[in-house]
């Protein structure tokens, strides 16, 4: 997979993030930058290892060297992973379920914990779906600590600004995201 690819994929599970955050960012009463430095610090280091670690598990899998049908099960493996991620994300934002609003003077650290260990979990999934894939780990990397950081900031400032309503379409265009990288999986890799 080429970087533009790879970028797709990773926007896709980092909106998702952005969501999650731009909630959080909806119940503060002032955004304060050196919290915010902080969480996006966490949430990128967070995101990087599961990507590593879901990467470094499918390498243990599976061989780039292995036979035929071994890779073949592996693409077909990558693209369900992506289709399934993109069908959460959907639901998720079906579900549209309702915060309840109160105002915060920070960002709840126990609430950013718990989402933060809920993406990584999907975070994970798509390593594993790069590792199938024989993508190139360091640079992959990279991606996910800066769109980590990215839509961290992000999400807390549009939550900030405008509140939480932007969350289901940041859902719907990571799925998008997803689904269009399942399909690429299938036509460039498997149809081959």
Avoid: P
């Amino acid at each position: 997979m080429n970087a533009i690819e790879n970028l797709l994929i990773i926007a896709g599970i980092s909106l998702d993030i952005f969501g999650a955050m731009e909630c959080q960012g909806a119940l503060v009463a002032k955004v304060d930058k050196k919290q915010l430095s902080l969480v996006c610090v966490l949430a990128a280091v967070w995101q990087m290892a599961a990507l590593f670690v879901g990467s470094y598990l499918a390498k243990l899998l599976y061989q780039n060297e292995t036979a035929h049908d071994e890779r073949f099960v592996g693409l077909i493996m990558a693209a369900v992973i992506f289709f399934v991620l993109g069908v959460r994300l959907i639901a998720k934002a079906i579900r549209n379920e309702r915060i309840y609003e109160h105002r915060e003077e920070r960002i709840g650290l126990h609430e950013f914990l718990r989402m933060t260990a809920m993406t990584s979990i999907y975070t994970l999934l798509t390593g594993i779906a790069f590792g199938f894939l024989g993508t190139n780990l360091s640079i992959m990397l990279i991606m996910i600590v800066l769109l980590t950081v990215i839509v961290v900031a992000a999400g807390v400032y549009t939550g900030y600004h405008f509140g939480f309503v932007h969350k289901t379409k940041a859902y719907v265009c990571g799925a998008v995201l997803l689904w269009i990288a399942g399909v690429d999986v299938i036509v460039r890799h498997i149809m081959v």
